[in-house]
Structures are given as structure tokens and as C-alpha cells.
């Protein structure tokens, strides 16, 4: 039986790489693909020691089921806010107190005690559930949106869209400025969303207002 002989395999040039030529006829294998960086779109977020500078070390939340878990970090207000507003709670009993005594000895009205009465007691509890009020705030930068948080025994939790904000707006009247604390209100399209943060520094209440101002510009869906 006589065998056929074999065709001999044509040698491959060798690329100036050294990595050789591809055999004529096949197919070329696919080119790898670079891996694509990081999303050009992420923001920078405000440095932690900015926002959290002077503030609550924790956040108080209610036990058990009640509680929510969040891919974040909770950042709190100041301190400084309890203070300013028990001042402002002070203020506001001892006006009271003077307006009904100037009704009941000079004009001698004296059911005007009553409706003085119900304030005060109003304001004093007010006060008394203040310090844990203001411990349960809390706001949440996260990639899509800020979360909001407020109260112990009825909660509300906000998530606001950074491309929903039309408004960033920072208020302090004198007791504020006093203290050195602000308040920033966000203003979307839906009035039911809208969001104030009382009791910030003043250098956190800018940083975050200058963030999601900027992260809003990247995030606007043509409001």
C-alpha cells in the first residue's frame, strides 16, 4: 500500500512583537477588550470630617423590626440645635407668660390663663422629647439619591432624586447665626417630598449644598 505523502505545514512569519503571524485561513481570534474605567459621572462626596465635624456620634433609631438598613452612612446634625432651640423655647414661655399677665392684671381678663397654659405645656413637652428628636436626623448621600430621616415613635424617611432638586436653599435667622448652625431646605416638583436638614454647621450646610448642586447639573431629567 503506498502511503501519500505529506504535504509539509508552511512556516509562520513571526510578527516584530514576537508574538506569531495567524495561519492563513483561520479565522483571527477577537482582540481583547481594555477594561473600562470607572464612571466618568461619579461624583466626589463631601469629605466625612466636613459633614460630620461637631455632631451626634449616633444616630437614634427605634428597636427591633422598626429599624432600616441602608447601603451608607448616616451623617447627623449639631448638637448646637437643641440649644438654640431650647433658647428659643425659653424665649417663647417667658413671652407667653408676660402677654398673659399684662391680659389678667391690666385688661382683668383672666381666662386668658388657659390658652397660656395649654402653650406652655405644649412647649415644655416639646422640650422634653427634643434631645432625642434631634439624635433620630439624620440625611444619607448615596449614589442616586439623599435620604432623609426624622423621629422615633412616627418616622419619616425621604429619599429624594438628586435629578428631582429644582432648589437647594440654606435659611438661619439670628438665634441660628447665634449658634452657628443653618438649616438646608431641598425643593423638588412634588411639594410632599421636600426636605429640611435643621442644625447643620455652617461649613457642612454649604459643603452639601455645593455637592448636590453639582451632582443635580448631572443628573437633571428635563423638569
Do not use: C
Request: zero cysteines.
Amino acid at each position: 500500500m503506498t502511503e501519500s505523502p505529506t504535504t509539509p505545514e508552511p512556516e509562520r512569519a513571526a510578527a516584530p512583537d514576537g508574538t506569531p503571524a495567524a495561519t492563513p485561513g483561520a479565522t483571527p481570534a477577537t482582540p481583547a477588550v481594555p477594561a473600562v474605567p470607572a464612571a466618568a459621572d461619579a461624583q466626589a462626596r463631601p469629605a466625612p470630617e466636613t459633614l460630620d465635624a461637631g455632631t451626634y456620634t449616633s444616630l437614634h433609631e427605634p428597636r427591633g423590626a422598626g429599624r432600616l438598613t441602608l447601603d451608607g452612612t448616616w451623617h447627623q446634625i449639631s448638637p448646637k440645635y437643641v440649644a438654640s432651640q431650647t433658647l428659643q423655647n425659653g424665649i417663647f414661655v417667658v413671652g407667653v407668660v408676660g402677654v398673659a399677665l399684662f391680659v389678667a392684671l391690666v385688661l382683668n381678663q383672666n381666662w386668658v390663663w388657659i390658652p397660656a397654659a395649654a402653650m406652655i405645656l405644649l412647649t415644655v413637652a416639646t422640650q422634653l422629647v427634643l434631645p432625642r428628636q434631634a439624635r433620630s436626623i439624620g440625611y444619607m448621600l448615596r449614589d442616586d439619591d439623599i435620604v432623609f430621616r426624622r423621629g422615633i415613635l412616627w418616622q419619616r424617611i425621604v429619599a429624594v432624586p438628586y435629578g428631582r432638586m429644582q432648589l437647594v436653599d440654606i435659611t438661619h435667622g439670628p438665634m441660628d447665626r447665634a449658634f452657628g448652625i443653618a438649616k438646608l431646605k431641598l425643593v423638588t416638583a412634588a411639594a410632599t417630598t421636600g426636605v429640611e436638614i435643621p442644625g447643620l454647621s455652617q461649613q457642612a450646610a454649604e459643603t452639601l449644598r455645593d455637592t448636590l448642586i453639582e451632582v443635580a447639573e448631572t443628573r437633571r431629567t428635563g423638569l
